[in-house]
């Protein structure tokens, strides 16, 4: 059954009087259609004054939403594109996320939809296999799983109550007021003053700018990723593969029984023009790999031109004195809007869930009256997650720059004895523990 939510740009407000036009967009998750009401509003004059404002509508920010509002917080969330971007391919969970996505109940409606990924092979560019695991034999509590995108947002967005995302809102300028409330105003002229403002805006976060940041650092590699689709059902074992060759690497793994996730990293020194054509983007990364097994040239060849794309892989290392804290007064940053990392470790999005539940149970202690301000919750989450992200994002930048050695010895040296006799998976994976218990509302209790 179709679901409708109606979703204008504000509130309305004693202060503010608003005409709203409404735009349908059709949008699908597994195999029920859902049908989301865009409305834009148009200001006459004064500010709309929301307590809880979270800046972006990806993964990070509606966790958060949802996290809160399973927390009984009420929270607008602003999202600058006209929906919710559900283009791209997809990610790979592993258990932290998924005890996050279980916190607040929207794991067992996921797990229906994709495969559990029992282990992982990898091979070297001739095809030759240099080592295999199965995840549960290193650690039975492990859970792995790639997820769509696309699917992982509109669950997220269904969770929340009507009028919580407001679309077609590009935030401008940052202004803090001397109470501590922070004034946004948005591309369109519209103004919003926040009690409290949750900075969820990704890698080129302007939150994260007005705060101090530096602009993520370009690691020298990029990637290519795709999602291909077999409409007679995917032929390959539960199982994520890797190939490494020198200075390039490539791996693909099943998300459902029709589509499959591919990525292909390779040395790039400059980033060059950016490219959005999919038949170029096609053959570009049919070209890096042409010389290696087939299942992954014709992986490239049935990936719809929607899915595919060439990004750069970026990351800020958050030294200590160096960078700035999680939070200044009462707004704060999640996910890669503080922390972005490269995918080495698959850790990105689970981080970006992680932060968003232990800032809701932070946060909502300090607004019900709890012992810590709202401004000593921040911090003491900025305190607990950086000793958390900041190691993950050094090790992720450490182990994809030796995965992209080109020096012919050193791959020698890894094909022949590091992977096949020295990697144990068991300790690599130790970064997936993460504990977190289900949220609920206490005031309802």
Known sequence: MATSLLLPIFPPSPRQSLTRRYRWFQVRTGSKPVCLTVSRAQTSGGDGEESVVIVGAGIGGLATAV?????????????????????????????????????????????????????????????????SFRFKDEDQSQEVRAVER??????????????????????????????????LELEDGSQLLANIVIGCDGIRSKVATWMGFSEPRYVGHCAF?????????????????????????????????TKVYWFICFNCPSLGPKITDPVILKRQAKELVGTWPKDLQDLIDLTPDETISRTPLVDRWLW?????PASKGRVVLVGDAWHPMTPNLGQGAC???????????????????GSESVEEAMESYGSERWSRAFPLTVRANLVGALLQWDNPLVCSVRDNVVIPKLVRLGPMLEHTNFECEPLYDSSKT
């Open 67 to 131: 996290s809160l509002h399973r927390l009984g917080v009420r929270s607008v969330v602003l999202e600058q594109a006209e929906s919710l971007r559900t283009g791209g391919t997809s990610l790979t969970l592993f258990k932290n996320g998924w005890r996050v996505l279980d916190a607040i109940s929207v794991g067992p409606q996921l797990r229906t939809q994709f495969l559990e990924i029992e282990g992982m092979v990898v091979k070297n560019g001739d095809g030759r296999e240099l080592r």
């Open 320 to 324: 200590p004195g160096v960078a700035p």
């Open 351 to 369: 981080c970006a869930l992680e932060d968003s539940v232990v800032l809701a149970n932070k946060l909502a202690g300090a607004i019900n009256g």
């Open 150 to 183: 696309r699917v992982l947002l509109e669950t997220l967005a269904n969770q929340l109550p009507p009028e919580t995302i407001k679309f077609s809102s590009k935030l401008k300028t940052i202004q803090s007021n001397a109470n501590g409330d922070t004034q």
């Open 225 to 257: 990723r795709g999602l291909g689709f077999y409409p007679d059902g995917q032929p390959f074992q539960n199982k994520v593969n890797y190939i490494y060759g020198r200075g390039l690497r490539a791996g693909y793994v099943p998300v459902s029984s």
